[in-house]
Each structure stands twice: as C-alpha cells, then as structure tokens.
C-alpha cells in the first residue's frame, strides 16, 4: 500500500509544511549501513541528515554519495550507553556485528542466523548521544545497531527531550548474549514519554537450513501462511511522543507542524492529519493557509489508502468469513 501511494504527504508538501518552522527537521540514523531512508531526503533544504556507522569505510562511500539536497553526512562513530572504549563484536555478515557477543546457541537453534557467527572482535573508542548532540535537538531517530538500541537510548536521554519519533529495531529472543529485550526497550521509551505505535517487519527465524545465498527470515504474516513458520524473533518498532498522538491535547501550532513531518518520515498518515489539523487550528495568516491546503491534500491521500486497502484485504475476509461458516454448519 506505501508503495503504490505514497506518504500522505509528497515531498513538495511536506517541505511546504517544513519551511514553516523556525528551523530544519533534524532526523538521525543510528546504524546507518547503506544511507539514510530514501524518503528522509524528501525534506530537501528543510532537513539535516545525520547517519552514524562503525565501519569508517562505509562512512567516508556515504558521504561521497551523500544527496546534495539538504544537509546530509555520516559520521564514523560508535554509540553506546557511555564514552570510552568498548569490544565490538564482528560476525560472518559486517552488517551484523554488534557492541554484544552472538548467541552461539541461537545460531546453533537457527541456521538462518549464520550471518551472527562470531569473527573476532575489535576495540573501538564509544561515545553517547548526548556527548555528540550537546543540546542540539534531535527531532527524529532511528535506532538499528543489532541489540544495543537500548544502550544508544540510555545515552541520550536528555536528546530523548527534544526528539518527537523515533524507530528501534527489537528483538523478541536474544540474538546476542545479555542484549535487552522488546519488553526492556518498550518500558525505558514508555517512562520518557513515548506510545508504540507500531510494530513493523516482524521477522521470524526458522528451525531449517538455509542457502547462503538464499533470503532469510520470514516476514510478517508469511510466518503463518508458509510451511517454514519460525519463531518471533525481532522487529521495527516506531514510537512517538504521547502529546502527539492525543486528540484532545494542543500544543503551539509549530509543534504540531513538527509533529506531521514527523509522522510523514515514518508513514504514519493518521498522526500526519491530526498533527496538521491542530496546526491549522492554531497558525494564522499565509501559514494557516499553507497548512489547511496540505490537510486537504493529506485527508484526500489518506482516504484513498484507507478505500484501497479495504479492497486489497477483501479476497482474505471473505475466505475467513466462508470459513468461519462452514466450520459452524
């Protein structure tokens, strides 16, 4: 459905809602390997890009790639829970190595999980969040760095403050040796203001060998309707300020207007309709025309997706419903 349609927002509306604000949407990408999500860049001007990887190689090809539009650059550094030296464990796939030791016993359960096969380790110099961002704010993060999400967290719990989105990749089984869990991540996020709003790309592993070469990992509702199956094992995580996903709070239209362009880069189109709403609600002159043009934009966007996947779902009720009655007669 995203990929027919498209945020409910375009990136020509969603930079004309951006030039509202007082300054550009901050978004940062924590384990970053192969760039920034392509519709991050959707901001243009209005967005500062921020990636963060291990591997200083990769980091110095991004940045020789970086899109010119807007401000975007990677940086060649390791966050953790707090500075100072920290073990960074490498495994058979690079994208895979993590500041936790492999689960032997997991990869052992599940061939799949070959990639995490332990390949020496390396000393690398940590640093936090808060250390790097020095009361910048942050307006939007993603978190993906294979078990210690909850570490970079903790780290940045005074960026936390300022930031209105974010998504975190968690597990449901330990991968890695002593990493927390989605119950862990869920209750720390939970305490600094944060509502799940939704759990995405749930990834099962499976008990059979596979090819090396083959695509691992079973997704989403594939798990049930597949021979292979799998256990849960982790997923994308997307969180947003509780204020913002409250109909009956209001905050100054700016605020909410930053709350929209946050909910675009994380395709969440209910959030992006409240948030513009309230935004209009409260803007006044040019910008409260800005805003209510792009609500009606959003509204007619979010409307076609809701028809679309109401009709692209229908086949599955309706083989539920049939077969919900003849297990009755």
């Not at 990992?217 to 969180?239: D, H, I, K, L, Q």
Request: hydrophobic fraction near 40%; proline fraction near 5%; glycine fraction near 8%.
């Amino acid at each position: 459905m995203r990929e027919l349609f498209g945020p409910v927002l375009d990136p020509r509306s969603l930079q004309a809602v951006a030039a509202l604000l007082e300054r550009p949407i901050c978004a940062v990408d924590v384990g970053c390997r192969d760039g920034v999500r392509q519709q991050w860049r959707a901001l243009g001007s209005h967005g500062v890009l921020i990636g963060f990887e291990a591997d200083s190689e990769e980091c110095a090809r991004l940045n020789a790639s970086a899109s010119e539009a807007g401000s975007e650059r990677y940086e060649p550094l390791v966050l953790a829970a707090r500075e100072g030296p920290a073990t960074l464990h490498l495994t058979a796939d690079p994208e895979s190595a993590s500041l936790y030791p492999p689960n032997t016993d997991a990869i052992r359960r599940h061939p799949e999980l070959w990639r995490h096969e332990p390949h020496g380790s390396t000393t690398v110099q940590a640093t936090t969040l808060d250390r790097w961002a020095q009361d910048r704010p942050v307006d939007v993060l993603k978190v993906d760095v294979q078990g210690a999400e909850l570490d970079v967290l903790r780290g940045g719990e005074s960026t936390l403050a300022t930031t209105r989105a974010l998504e975190v990749e968690v597990e449901f089984q330990p991968l890695y040796v002593g990493q927390p869990l989605f119950g862990d991540v869920d209750a720390f996020l939970r305490e600094h203001g944060f509502v799940l709003w939704r759990l995405r790309d749930i990834a099962h592993c499976g008990l059979t060998s596979v090819g090396r070469d083959e695509a691992a990992f079973v997704v989403g509702e594939r798990a049930e309707t597949t021979r292979t199956g799998g256990r849960v094992s982790w997923a994308n995580a997307v969180y947003v300020r509780s204020e913002a996903a409250d109909p009956d709070v209001r905050l100054d239209w700016t605020a909410s207007a930053r709350d929209a362009c946050a909910a675009v880069l994380f395709d969440l189109p209910e959030l992006v309709v409240l948030n513009l709403e309230r935004a209009a609600e409260g803007a006044q002159g040019g910008a409260r025309r800005t805003l209510r043009r792009q609500l009606r934009k959003a509204r007619r966007r979010a409307q076609r997706r809701r028809l679309h996947g109401l009709f692209w779902e229908a086949p599955r009720h309706v083989r539920g419903f049939v077969g919900a009655r003849l297990a009755q007669s």
